[in-house]
């Protein structure tokens, strides 16, 4: 990730490069620490699993019961979603304006696949696990510590966006290099 933050600034030179990463590493589902794929009865989780020491990318294990979703939300960084195990499905919004929310498109993703978001292709969506019987996770890449930025997230009642923090289920990250260096 360091390399290609490095020699890929240009937003879509640097997503083809994490998206190779990230395919790389969701080709294969034996890594994944049992601790953060944990599902909840009631939401899904976030896991952090590594963010750079100068916050400008975290690794995220997403976690979603059976049925399971978020709201319809945005990022404000670029991110790559894979599908580890099971199955997603994404609806894409377009960016708020008055009235409501426009949808744009549904898609499934299937176990190894991978989705793009960021402010310039489009950030606003909702998923949800596509399957009713079992968990899904996906392992996500966000430009910035994600569960520390501030985001929105759709108001369908008020047709409006208000301000969250989605922050992580664990403390700690799974893996944090600079913290065992100091």
Do not use: K
Request: glycine share 8%.
């Amino acid at each position: 990730m360091d390399d290609a933050l490095v020699t890929a600034p240009a937003e879509d030179a640097l997503l083809e490069r994490v998206d190779a990463a990230l395919s790389a590493l969701i080709a294969h589902d034996d890594w994944l620490p049992p601790a953060c794929a944990q599902a909840d009865a009631t939401r899904y989780r976030q896991y952090l699993l590594h963010v750079d020491a100068a916050a400008r990318y975290s690794v995220v294990s997403f976690v979603w019961g059976p049925g399971q979703g978020t709201p319809i939300h945005n990022h404000t960084v670029w991110g790559l979603i894979g599908v580890l195990r099971g199955a997603e499905l994404c609806t894409e919004y377009a960016a708020p304006g008055a009235g409501a929310l426009v949808r744009q498109r549904q898609h499934r993703l299937e176990r190894g696949a991978i989705d793009r978001v960021s402010p310039t292709i489009g950030d606003w969506h909702a998923v949800h696990n596509a399957l009713t019987e079992a968990p899904s996770i996906s392992i996500h890449v966000y430009g910035g510590d994600i569960g520390r930025i501030e985001r929105s997230l759709w108001d369908e009642a008020t047709h409006s966006v208000r301000p969250f923090v989605s922050g992580y289920a664990n403390d700690r990250p799974w893996f944090a290099p600079h913290e065992a260096a100091r």
